[in-house]
């Protein structure tokens, strides 16, 4: 059983900056990519940025330029850098990995359970 747990969510002013973390663990698993989804009140669940195994990103055209993803494969770690932040970013941000667990053949989509990240104007 793998865990993604989220970290470092809160509200901020328009603006400012909030680093996420999201730490996997649990028995012998491999990870490929990760990733930060996020979702607004009213709104479908939408990529914000993405990082392979070998480091290639991807962002939400939203978020480029202010944004920025990174991995840690040693200590099973994925962080989200988020400046400049905007009312409009206002979500939950969900955490999630492509994960392969020890004994089985197909890899599995986590999620961690969200944390709020809240933009004032």
């Known amino acids: 059983q793998v865990q993604l747990v989220e970290s470092g969510g809160g509200l901020v002013q328009t603006g400012g900056s909030l680093r996420l973390s999201c730490a996997a663990s649990g028995s012998s698993f491999s990870i490929n990519a990760m990733g930060w989804y996020r979702q607004a009140p009213g709104k479908q669940r939408e990529l914000v940025a993405s990082?392979?195994?070998?480091?290639?990103?991807n962002y939400a055209d939203s978020v480029k330029g202010r944004f920025t993803i990174s991995r840690d494969n040693a200590k099973n770690t994925v962080s989200l850098q988020m400046n400049s932040l905007k009312p409009e970013d206002t979500a939950v941000y969900y955490c999630?990995?492509?994960?392969?667990?020890?004994?089985?053949?197909?890899?599995?989509?986590?999620w961690g359970q969200g944390t709020q990240v809240t933009v004032s104007s």
């Open positions: 999630n990995a492509n994960i392969r667990e020890l004994g089985s053949r197909i890899n599995y989509s986590y």
């Open positions: 990082i392979t195994d070998g480091g290639s990103t």
